[in-house]
């Protein structure tokens, strides 16, 4: 007899219509589910446009890639302040800002090494800080993947405990069902907001480790290429230095009279008219 009583009362319920159930709820089953609605709206707003913004920041950074190749020096880039930068920009920019420091000042490895230490302090500084932009509205979703479920079961818990408290000792299913619909109301909502934000926050996750990943590998092959081209400018540096330093010592060096294109004449032997000439034995003869 209670089957059939419970049966009748459910197809009662099932012609009244969802808004049957809100009408079953209290005031603090009510509050409960408009906090879930409003949830599941920032859930879904927070998961479109965090969809919208990794599309963005993967689709600049390919772009910057490609154009990155064609240029023949990272270390000469100007990037103008006040724009808005992509990962890979911003990582460049920040590359380039460490090298201006040393501008002028490579000459020989240890230069070169002690500016590459700058460099990639910068790049770990940029990496930092870009996940931290990569992660944002992951915690949102995350709270409302684990919060949902629970703050329905809050208020599940308090309209089944309303409803028996208001029991009589005479009270039958028909007193009871009407209750426990209106509080189950909040168990539902709590995982329409939870559900949702679990696939998405898990496909999200996946794209922003990829990005992670893929934005390391960048800022690795960034600090090669920057390494390789500080080497050869302090080899020109360095040979720069080496011309000057002579020509220094040339035009420091005392001068020299060059020697007469024209050798001095021989003096002539003394001609036998004027009594000088003596021919070889003329002592012995005397």
Same mark, same amino acid.
């Given at each position: 007899?209670?089957?059939?009583?419970?049966?009748?009362?459910?197809?009662?319920?099932?012609?009244?219509?969802?808004?049957?159930? /809100?009408?079953?709820?209290?005031?603090?089953?009510?509050?409960?589910?408009?906090?879930?609605?409003?949830?599941?709206?920032?859930?879904?707003?927070?998961?479109?446009?965090?969809?919208?913004?990794?599309?963005?920041?993967?689709? *600049?950074?390919?772009? /910057?890639?490609?154009?990155?190749?064609?240029?023949?020096?990272?270390?000469?880039?100007?990037?103008?302040?006040?724009?808005?930068?992509?990962?890979?920009?911003?990582?460049?920019?920040?590359?380039?800002?460490?090298?201006?420091?040393?501008?002028?000042?490579?000459?020989?490895?240890?230069?070169?090494?002690?500016?590459?230490?700058?460099?990639?302090?910068?790049?770990?500084?940029?990496?930092?800080?870009?996940?931290?932009?990569?992660?944002?509205?992951?915690?949102?979703?995350?709270?409302?993947?684990?919060?949902?479920?629970?703050?329905?079961?809050?208020?599940?818990?308090?309209?089944?405990?309303?409803?028996?408290?208001?029991?009589?000792?005479?009270?039958?299913?028909?007193?009871?069902?009407?209750?426990?619909?209106?509080?189950?109301?909040?168990?539902?909502?709590?995982?329409?907001?939870?559900?949702?934000?679990? /696939?998405?926050?898990?496909?999200?996750?996946?794209?922003?480790?990829?990005?992670?990943?893929?934005?390391?590998?960048?800022?690795?092959?960034?600090?090669?290429?920057?390494?390789?081209?500080?080497?050869?400018?302090?080899? *020109?540096?360095?040979?720069?230095?080496?011309?000057?330093?002579?020509? *220094?010592?040339?035009?420091?060096?005392?001068?020299?009279?060059?020697?007469?294109?024209?050798?001095?004449?021989?003096?002539?032997?003394?001609?036998?008219?004027?009594?000088? /000439?003596?021919?070889?034995?003329?002592?012995?003869?005397?």
């Amino acid at each position: 007899m209670s089957a059939l009583l419970t049966l009748s009362v459910l197809a009662e319920a099932e012609t009244k219509g969802a808004l049957w159930y /809100f009408q079953q709820m209290d005031t603090v089953g009510l509050a409960v589910a408009c906090v879930l609605l409003v949830c599941s709206f920032i859930g879904w707003g927070a998961m479109i446009q965090k969809w919208g913004d990794v599309q963005e920041l993967r689709r *600049r950074n390919l772009s /910057f890639e490609r154009r990155l190749r064609d240029e023949p020096a990272v270390v000469a880039l100007n990037f103008p302040r006040g724009t808005s930068l992509a990962p890979y920009e911003y990582l460049v920019a920040e590359a380039v800002s460490a090298v201006q420091r040393h501008k002028g000042r490579l000459l020989r490895q240890s230069d070169v090494t002690l500016c590459m230490g700058h460099v990639e302090n910068a790049l770990q500084r940029g990496v930092s800080r870009t996940m931290v932009k990569y992660e944002d509205k992951m915690v949102l979703l995350s709270s409302l993947v684990s919060g949902g479920p629970f703050l329905g079961l809050l208020g599940t818990v308090w309209g089944v405990m309303v409803t028996f408290g208001a029991l009589t000792e005479k009270a039958s299913i028909s007193q009871l069902a009407p209750g426990v619909s209106g509080a189950l109301v909040t168990t539902t909502l709590g995982l329409l907001v939870a559900i949702p934000a679990t /696939f998405g926050y898990n496909y999200l996750l996946t794209r922003v480790k990829l990005m992670t990943t893929e934005l390391e590998n960048f800022a690795s092959s960034l600090a090669d290429r920057v390494e390789l081209e500080l080497e050869g400018e302090a080899r *020109r540096n360095f040979a720069q230095h080496q011309e000057r330093e002579a020509a *220094r010592r040339i035009a420091a060096a005392p001068a020299v009279p060059a020697p007469s294109a024209v050798a001095p004449a021989a003096p002539e032997p003394p001609s036998p008219d004027d009594g000088s /000439f003596s021919p070889p034995g003329w002592e012995d003869a005397q």
